[in-house]
Protein backbone atom coordinates (compact mmCIF):
# COMPACT_ATOMS: atom_id res chain seq x y z
CA UNK A 1 0.00 0.00 0.00
CA UNK A 2 1.14 3.49 -0.51
CA UNK A 3 -0.20 4.93 2.82
CA UNK A 4 -1.57 3.90 6.12
CA UNK A 5 -5.14 4.50 7.33
CA UNK A 6 -4.52 5.15 10.92
CA UNK A 7 -7.87 5.31 12.74
CA UNK A 8 -7.11 4.38 16.57
CA UNK A 9 -7.86 7.84 17.18
CA UNK A 10 -11.54 7.81 16.33
CA UNK A 11 -12.79 5.24 18.33
CA UNK A 12 -14.22 5.27 22.15
CA UNK A 13 -11.96 3.03 24.14
CA UNK A 14 -8.93 5.71 23.16
CA UNK A 15 -10.46 8.88 22.77
CA UNK A 16 -13.72 8.67 25.07
CA UNK A 17 -17.40 10.17 24.61
CA UNK A 18 -16.09 11.73 21.35
CA UNK A 19 -15.75 8.28 19.68
CA UNK A 20 -17.64 6.16 18.45
CA UNK A 21 -18.16 2.31 19.68
CA UNK A 22 -16.50 -0.04 18.60
CA UNK A 23 -19.25 -2.58 18.57
CA UNK A 24 -21.08 0.27 16.49
CA UNK A 25 -18.02 0.38 14.21
CA UNK A 26 -17.96 -3.40 13.59
CA UNK A 27 -21.86 -3.73 12.43
CA UNK A 28 -21.21 -1.03 10.16
CA UNK A 29 -17.59 -2.27 8.91
CA UNK A 30 -19.77 -5.46 7.82
CA UNK A 31 -22.05 -3.34 6.07
CA UNK A 32 -19.63 -1.32 4.23
CA UNK A 33 -17.41 -4.47 3.30
CA UNK A 34 -20.65 -6.17 1.93
CA UNK A 35 -21.45 -2.55 -0.19
CA UNK A 36 -17.81 -2.71 -1.42
CA UNK A 37 -18.24 -6.45 -2.40
CA UNK A 38 -21.73 -5.37 -4.14
CA UNK A 39 -20.01 -2.93 -6.31
CA UNK A 40 -16.78 -4.36 -7.46
CA UNK A 41 -19.06 -6.97 -9.15
CA UNK A 42 -21.61 -4.50 -9.86
CA UNK A 43 -22.75 -4.04 -13.93
CA UNK A 44 -24.20 -0.77 -13.02
CA UNK A 45 -22.66 1.12 -16.08
CA UNK A 46 -22.07 4.09 -14.00
CA UNK A 47 -20.48 2.17 -11.01
CA UNK A 48 -18.53 -0.23 -13.63
CA UNK A 49 -16.85 2.64 -15.98
CA UNK A 50 -15.62 4.44 -12.63
CA UNK A 51 -14.11 1.18 -11.17
CA UNK A 52 -12.68 0.12 -14.52
CA UNK A 53 -10.28 2.97 -14.79
CA UNK A 54 -7.46 2.44 -12.91
CA UNK A 55 -6.67 -0.77 -14.61
CA UNK A 56 -7.28 0.93 -18.64
CA UNK A 57 -4.08 0.81 -20.76
CA UNK A 58 -5.92 1.06 -24.05
CA UNK A 59 -5.77 4.70 -24.18
CA UNK A 60 -2.48 5.65 -22.78
CA UNK A 61 -0.44 5.70 -26.83
CA UNK A 62 -3.47 8.54 -27.37
CA UNK A 63 -2.76 10.10 -24.27
CA UNK A 64 0.77 10.70 -24.93
CA UNK A 65 -0.04 11.16 -28.88
CA UNK A 66 -2.63 13.96 -27.37
CA UNK A 67 -0.09 15.52 -25.14
CA UNK A 68 2.89 15.80 -27.78
CA UNK A 69 0.59 17.92 -29.71
CA UNK A 70 -0.19 20.36 -27.27
CA UNK A 71 3.07 20.89 -26.24
CA UNK A 72 5.44 20.56 -28.74
CA UNK A 73 6.71 23.88 -29.64
CA UNK A 74 4.43 25.72 -26.67
CA UNK A 75 5.15 27.79 -23.71
CA UNK A 76 1.42 27.63 -22.16
CA UNK A 77 -1.01 25.58 -21.82
CA UNK A 78 -4.38 26.55 -21.11
CA UNK A 79 -6.68 23.86 -19.52
CA UNK A 80 -10.20 25.28 -19.61
CA UNK A 81 -12.63 23.41 -17.23
CA UNK A 82 -14.42 23.87 -14.06
CA UNK A 83 -15.44 21.26 -11.44
CA UNK A 84 -15.07 17.90 -11.98
CA UNK A 85 -13.33 18.94 -15.54
CA UNK A 86 -10.57 21.23 -13.44
CA UNK A 87 -10.38 20.24 -9.73
CA UNK A 88 -8.85 16.52 -10.43
CA UNK A 89 -6.34 17.33 -12.76
CA UNK A 90 -5.10 20.39 -11.01
CA UNK A 91 -4.50 17.94 -7.68
CA UNK A 92 -2.10 15.71 -10.01
CA UNK A 93 -0.83 18.47 -11.37
CA UNK A 94 0.59 20.34 -8.14
CA UNK A 95 2.69 17.21 -7.93
CA UNK A 96 4.69 19.11 -10.95
CA UNK A 97 4.29 23.16 -10.52
CA UNK A 98 7.04 24.36 -12.16
CA UNK A 99 6.40 22.06 -15.45
CA UNK A 100 7.55 23.66 -18.85
CA UNK A 101 5.06 24.32 -21.02
CA UNK A 102 3.17 25.97 -18.32
CA UNK A 103 -0.03 24.36 -17.19
CA UNK A 104 -2.97 27.40 -16.34
CA UNK A 105 -6.07 26.10 -15.24
CA UNK A 106 -9.14 28.35 -16.46
CA UNK A 107 -12.03 27.55 -13.95
CA UNK A 108 -14.10 30.67 -13.41
CA UNK A 109 -15.61 33.66 -15.29
CA UNK A 110 -14.44 36.48 -12.33
CA UNK A 111 -13.52 38.84 -15.55
CA UNK A 112 -10.95 40.69 -13.15
CA UNK A 113 -9.06 37.49 -13.33
CA UNK A 114 -9.60 36.45 -16.86
CA UNK A 115 -9.65 39.45 -18.66
CA UNK A 116 -5.77 40.77 -18.03
CA UNK A 117 -4.92 37.04 -17.57
CA UNK A 118 -4.49 37.14 -21.47
CA UNK A 119 -2.28 40.40 -21.72
CA UNK A 120 0.72 38.03 -20.24
CA UNK A 121 0.34 35.29 -23.37
CA UNK A 122 2.10 34.84 -26.42
CA UNK A 123 -1.17 33.41 -28.81
CA UNK A 124 1.47 32.08 -31.01
CA UNK A 125 3.26 29.95 -28.30
CA UNK A 126 0.14 29.03 -26.49
CA UNK A 127 -2.18 25.81 -26.49
CA UNK A 128 -5.42 24.96 -25.18
CA UNK A 129 -7.47 21.92 -23.83
CA UNK A 130 -11.03 22.48 -23.27
CA UNK A 131 -13.14 19.68 -21.07
CA UNK A 132 -16.70 19.58 -20.27
CA UNK A 133 -18.19 16.08 -20.25
CA UNK A 134 -21.62 17.51 -21.31
CA UNK A 135 -20.43 20.21 -23.66
CA UNK A 136 -22.93 22.27 -22.16
CA UNK A 137 -21.28 23.72 -19.14
CA UNK A 138 -21.83 27.99 -19.44
CA UNK A 139 -18.51 28.54 -17.89
CA UNK A 140 -16.69 26.57 -19.34
CA UNK A 141 -18.35 27.04 -22.46
CA UNK A 142 -17.66 30.95 -22.30
CA UNK A 143 -13.94 30.79 -21.15
CA UNK A 144 -13.49 27.93 -23.81
CA UNK A 145 -15.01 30.76 -26.91
CA UNK A 146 -12.82 33.42 -24.90
CA UNK A 147 -9.85 31.59 -25.47
CA UNK A 148 -10.70 30.37 -29.39
CA UNK A 149 -11.23 34.27 -30.41
CA UNK A 150 -8.70 35.13 -28.07
CA UNK A 151 -5.92 32.59 -30.60
CA UNK A 152 -7.86 33.08 -34.01
CA UNK A 153 -7.75 37.26 -33.40
CA UNK A 154 -4.23 36.24 -32.85
CA UNK A 155 -2.81 33.46 -35.29
CA UNK A 156 -5.80 33.04 -37.57
CA UNK A 157 -9.00 30.70 -37.30
CA UNK A 158 -6.94 27.87 -38.55
CA UNK A 159 -5.06 27.99 -35.53
CA UNK A 160 -7.59 26.51 -33.30
CA UNK A 161 -7.40 23.12 -35.07
CA UNK A 162 -3.76 23.15 -34.68
CA UNK A 163 -3.64 24.74 -31.40
CA UNK A 164 -6.37 22.87 -29.81
CA UNK A 165 -7.82 20.40 -28.96
CA UNK A 166 -11.73 19.33 -26.12
CA UNK A 167 -12.33 16.08 -24.08
CA UNK A 168 -16.34 15.79 -24.29
CA UNK A 169 -18.68 13.22 -25.17
CA UNK A 170 -19.75 12.16 -28.22
CA UNK A 171 -23.09 13.63 -28.88
CA UNK A 172 -24.61 16.94 -30.45
CA UNK A 173 -23.37 19.70 -28.17
CA UNK A 174 -22.72 23.42 -27.81
CA UNK A 175 -18.78 22.54 -27.24
CA UNK A 176 -18.60 19.79 -30.09
CA UNK A 177 -20.51 21.48 -32.21
CA UNK A 178 -17.68 24.61 -32.21
CA UNK A 179 -14.59 21.91 -32.90
CA UNK A 180 -16.50 20.28 -35.52
CA UNK A 181 -16.78 23.94 -36.88
CA UNK A 182 -13.36 24.64 -36.56
CA UNK A 183 -11.86 21.36 -36.61
CA UNK A 184 -10.36 20.77 -32.91
CA UNK A 185 -9.68 17.45 -32.19
CA UNK A 186 -12.06 15.47 -29.68
CA UNK A 187 -11.35 13.14 -27.31
CA UNK A 188 -14.31 11.35 -26.35
CA UNK A 189 -15.86 11.69 -22.82
CA UNK A 190 -17.20 8.43 -21.28
CA UNK A 191 -21.04 9.23 -21.10
CA UNK A 192 -21.21 6.72 -17.67
CA UNK A 193 -18.62 9.05 -15.96
CA UNK A 194 -19.15 11.67 -14.20
CA UNK A 195 -16.82 14.70 -14.18
CA UNK A 196 -16.23 14.16 -10.19
CA UNK A 197 -15.36 10.52 -10.88
CA UNK A 198 -13.00 11.20 -13.95
CA UNK A 199 -9.92 11.87 -12.68
CA UNK A 200 -8.35 8.67 -14.08
CA UNK A 201 -9.78 8.92 -17.46
CA UNK A 202 -8.17 10.86 -20.01
CA UNK A 203 -9.71 14.02 -18.29
CA UNK A 204 -6.78 13.88 -15.62
CA UNK A 205 -4.22 11.89 -17.31
CA UNK A 206 -3.84 13.98 -20.33
CA UNK A 207 -2.93 16.98 -17.95
CA UNK A 208 -1.01 14.72 -16.22
CA UNK A 209 1.20 13.91 -18.98
CA UNK A 210 1.41 17.34 -19.65
CA UNK A 211 2.90 18.44 -16.73
CA UNK A 212 5.25 15.24 -17.34
CA UNK A 213 3.83 12.77 -14.46
CA UNK A 214 3.41 9.39 -15.54
CA UNK A 215 -0.12 8.74 -15.89
CA UNK A 216 0.55 4.81 -15.87
CA UNK A 217 1.90 5.14 -12.46
CA UNK A 218 -0.92 6.91 -11.21
CA UNK A 219 -3.64 4.69 -12.14
CA UNK A 220 -1.08 2.12 -10.93
CA UNK A 221 -1.89 3.58 -7.47
CA UNK A 222 -4.90 3.26 -7.38
CA UNK A 223 -5.30 -0.11 -8.58
CA UNK A 224 -3.54 -1.10 -5.38
CA UNK A 225 -6.09 0.44 -3.46
CA UNK A 226 -9.40 -1.31 -5.95
CA UNK A 227 -9.18 -4.52 -3.30
CA UNK A 228 -8.07 -2.56 0.01
CA UNK A 229 -9.83 -2.60 2.96
CA UNK A 230 -9.12 0.92 4.23
CA UNK A 231 -11.83 2.54 2.11
CA UNK A 232 -14.00 0.37 3.43
CA UNK A 233 -12.68 1.93 7.19
CA UNK A 234 -13.63 5.02 6.01
CA UNK A 235 -16.87 4.61 4.71
CA UNK A 236 -17.79 2.63 8.33
CA UNK A 237 -16.08 4.89 10.03
CA UNK A 238 -17.85 7.99 8.33
CA UNK A 239 -21.66 6.11 8.61
CA UNK A 240 -20.65 5.29 12.18
CA UNK A 241 -19.88 9.02 13.05
CA UNK A 242 -23.20 10.19 11.96
CA UNK A 243 -25.48 7.76 13.18
CA UNK A 244 -23.59 7.84 16.80
CA UNK A 245 -22.56 11.01 17.09
CA UNK A 246 -24.44 12.75 14.45
CA UNK A 247 -21.49 15.01 12.97
CA UNK A 248 -22.51 17.08 10.52
CA UNK A 249 -18.81 17.88 9.27
CA UNK A 250 -15.84 15.98 7.38
CA UNK A 251 -12.98 17.62 7.78
CA UNK A 252 -9.39 16.92 5.39
CA UNK A 253 -6.61 18.16 6.23
CA UNK A 254 -3.08 17.90 4.28
CA UNK A 255 0.25 18.62 5.53
CA UNK A 256 1.84 19.48 2.83
CA UNK A 257 1.30 22.42 0.30
CA UNK A 258 1.34 20.05 -2.79
CA UNK A 259 -1.49 18.50 -1.80
CA UNK A 260 -3.87 21.78 -1.26
CA UNK A 261 -5.78 21.05 -3.90
CA UNK A 262 -6.59 17.21 -2.95
CA UNK A 263 -8.39 18.64 -0.39
CA UNK A 264 -10.45 20.83 -2.85
CA UNK A 265 -11.03 17.61 -5.20
CA UNK A 266 -12.35 15.68 -2.30
CA UNK A 267 -14.91 18.40 -0.46
CA UNK A 268 -16.65 18.51 -4.35
CA UNK A 269 -16.36 15.04 -4.59
CA UNK A 270 -18.12 14.29 -1.00
CA UNK A 271 -20.30 17.22 -0.89
CA UNK A 272 -21.85 16.10 -4.76
CA UNK A 273 -22.12 12.55 -4.35
CA UNK A 274 -23.89 12.38 -0.35
CA UNK A 275 -25.17 15.32 -0.25
CA UNK A 276 -28.88 14.60 -0.98
CA UNK A 277 -32.30 13.49 -0.06
CA UNK A 278 -31.54 15.28 3.57
CA UNK A 279 -28.43 13.22 4.20
CA UNK A 280 -24.63 14.19 3.92
CA UNK A 281 -21.78 15.40 5.82
CA UNK A 282 -20.48 18.98 4.92
CA UNK A 283 -16.63 18.91 3.29
CA UNK A 284 -14.39 21.54 4.90
CA UNK A 285 -11.08 22.29 3.34
CA UNK A 286 -7.68 22.88 5.53
CA UNK A 287 -4.25 22.93 5.14
CA UNK A 288 -1.31 21.93 7.87
CA UNK A 289 -0.08 23.83 9.12
CA UNK A 290 -1.42 27.31 8.44
CA UNK A 291 -5.05 26.27 9.25
CA UNK A 292 -3.50 25.42 13.05
CA UNK A 293 -3.90 29.32 13.47
CA UNK A 294 -7.18 29.68 12.02
CA UNK A 295 -9.74 26.63 11.79
CA UNK A 296 -7.99 24.52 14.92
CA UNK A 297 -9.33 26.27 17.39
CA UNK A 298 -12.81 25.13 16.46
CA UNK A 299 -11.99 21.79 15.99
CA UNK A 300 -10.19 21.39 19.18
CA UNK A 301 -13.02 23.72 21.26
CA UNK A 302 -16.09 24.15 19.35
CA UNK A 303 -18.73 21.73 18.73
CA UNK A 304 -17.33 17.89 18.75
CA UNK A 305 -19.26 16.87 15.70
CA UNK A 306 -16.57 16.71 13.28
CA UNK A 307 -14.32 13.84 11.47
CA UNK A 308 -10.94 14.98 11.13
CA UNK A 309 -8.47 13.46 8.87
CA UNK A 310 -4.93 14.58 8.38
CA UNK A 311 -2.57 13.39 5.55
CA UNK A 312 0.96 13.29 6.49
CA UNK A 313 4.35 12.67 4.43
CA UNK A 314 7.37 12.88 6.43
CA UNK A 315 9.70 16.18 5.96
CA UNK A 316 12.29 15.35 8.68
CA UNK A 317 15.77 16.53 8.00
CA UNK A 318 14.74 18.27 4.63
CA UNK A 319 14.50 22.26 3.54
CA UNK A 320 16.41 25.09 4.44
CA UNK A 321 18.40 24.89 8.43
CA UNK A 322 16.84 27.29 10.68
CA UNK A 323 19.67 29.54 11.70
CA UNK A 324 21.27 28.60 15.46
CA UNK A 325 22.30 32.10 16.22
CA UNK A 326 19.41 33.70 15.59
CA UNK A 327 16.80 31.59 17.37
CA UNK A 328 19.16 31.99 20.35
CA UNK A 329 18.52 35.27 20.06
CA UNK A 330 15.00 34.94 19.46
CA UNK A 331 14.48 32.69 22.41
CA UNK A 332 13.90 29.86 20.59
CA UNK A 333 16.27 27.62 20.38
CA UNK A 334 14.53 24.39 20.19
CA UNK A 335 13.80 24.96 16.19
CA UNK A 336 17.60 26.47 15.72
CA UNK A 337 19.73 24.33 13.61
CA UNK A 338 16.57 22.50 12.68
CA UNK A 339 15.56 22.02 8.98
CA UNK A 340 12.16 23.33 8.48
CA UNK A 341 10.80 20.23 7.53
CA UNK A 342 11.12 18.93 11.19
CA UNK A 343 8.99 21.29 12.36
CA UNK A 344 6.34 20.69 9.76
CA UNK A 345 7.14 17.03 11.12
CA UNK A 346 6.74 17.90 14.81
CA UNK A 347 3.34 20.40 13.85
CA UNK A 348 0.94 17.42 12.35
CA UNK A 349 2.26 15.13 15.01
CA UNK A 350 1.34 16.91 17.88
CA UNK A 351 -1.76 18.66 15.80
CA UNK A 352 -3.25 14.75 16.09
CA UNK A 353 -2.04 14.06 19.72
CA UNK A 354 -3.62 17.21 20.74
CA UNK A 355 -6.93 16.36 19.06
CA UNK A 356 -7.15 13.09 20.58
CA UNK A 357 -6.34 14.51 24.19
CA UNK A 358 -9.65 17.07 23.40
CA UNK A 359 -11.73 13.59 22.77
CA UNK A 360 -11.67 14.78 18.70
CA UNK A 361 -11.91 11.87 16.37
CA UNK A 362 -9.10 11.90 14.04
CA UNK A 363 -7.72 9.72 11.25
CA UNK A 364 -4.45 9.91 9.70
CA UNK A 365 -3.55 9.28 5.87
CA UNK A 366 0.42 8.29 6.42
CA UNK A 367 2.39 8.19 3.07
CA UNK A 368 5.87 7.71 2.59
CA UNK A 369 6.28 9.63 -0.43
CA UNK A 370 4.71 12.40 -2.77
CA UNK A 371 4.56 10.52 -6.25
CA UNK A 372 2.26 9.73 -8.80
CA UNK A 373 1.70 6.39 -7.29
CA UNK A 374 0.77 7.68 -3.69
CA UNK A 375 -1.77 10.48 -5.04
CA UNK A 376 -3.40 7.83 -7.04
CA UNK A 377 -3.83 5.84 -4.29
CA UNK A 378 -5.49 8.45 -1.94
CA UNK A 379 -7.17 9.51 -4.86
CA UNK A 380 -8.73 6.32 -5.43
CA UNK A 381 -9.27 5.31 -2.02
CA UNK A 382 -11.71 9.05 -1.87
CA UNK A 383 -13.63 7.36 -4.45
CA UNK A 384 -14.31 4.18 -2.98
CA UNK A 385 -14.83 5.67 0.32
CA UNK A 386 -17.63 7.87 -0.92
CA UNK A 387 -19.63 5.09 -2.87
CA UNK A 388 -19.72 3.47 0.10
CA UNK A 389 -20.52 5.61 2.31
CA UNK A 390 -23.69 6.17 -0.66
CA UNK A 391 -24.39 2.56 -0.21
CA UNK A 392 -24.84 2.80 3.49
CA UNK A 393 -26.71 5.69 3.57
CA UNK A 394 -28.68 4.52 -0.09
CA UNK A 395 -27.81 7.68 -1.97
CA UNK A 396 -27.55 7.62 -5.71
CA UNK A 397 -23.74 8.54 -5.48
CA UNK A 398 -23.97 9.77 -9.26
CA UNK A 399 -25.15 12.93 -10.61
CA UNK A 400 -26.54 16.50 -8.87
CA UNK A 401 -29.88 17.19 -9.84
CA UNK A 402 -30.41 19.60 -6.73
CA UNK A 403 -27.55 21.62 -8.96
CA UNK A 404 -29.85 21.72 -12.20
CA UNK A 405 -32.44 24.22 -10.87
CA UNK A 406 -29.53 26.97 -10.63
CA UNK A 407 -28.08 26.65 -13.96
CA UNK A 408 -31.62 26.42 -15.65
CA UNK A 409 -32.45 29.63 -13.54
CA UNK A 410 -28.71 31.18 -14.86
CA UNK A 411 -29.95 30.86 -18.60
CA UNK A 412 -33.41 31.94 -17.65
CA UNK A 413 -31.59 35.19 -16.44
CA UNK A 414 -29.38 35.39 -19.21
CA UNK A 415 -31.90 35.49 -21.82
CA UNK A 416 -33.98 37.88 -19.97
CA UNK A 417 -31.12 40.30 -20.40
CA UNK A 418 -30.33 39.74 -24.08
CA UNK A 419 -34.36 40.47 -24.72
CA UNK A 420 -34.16 43.59 -22.51
CA UNK A 421 -30.98 44.57 -24.53
CA UNK A 422 -32.88 44.22 -27.85
Not at 89 to 105: I, Q, V
Not at 203 to 218: E, N, Q, R, Y
Amino acid sequence: MHYRHLIEGCFAERIGTGGVSAAGFADLRAAADAEHQRIRQTSEPEMAAVLALPEKTDDIAAIHEASERLSSGFTNILVVGTGGSSLGARTLCSLAPNTTPKLHFLENVDPSELDPFFDQLDPARTSALFVSKSGGTLETLAVSMVVMNWLREGCGEAALGRQTMAITEQNDNPLARLCDRYGIPVMPHDPDIGGRYSIFSAVGMLPATLAGLDASAIRGGATSVLTSGAPVDGAALAAAMAAEKQHASSVLMPYRDQLSTLALWYRQLWAESLGKDGKGTTPIQASGAVDQHSQLQLYLDGPNDKLISLVTCPAMGTGTTVPGNLAQEAGVPEIGGRPIGDLLDALSGSTADALQEAGRPVRIFQTERLDEATLGALMMHFILETLITAGLWQINPFGQPAVETGKKLAKARLTEKSEDAA
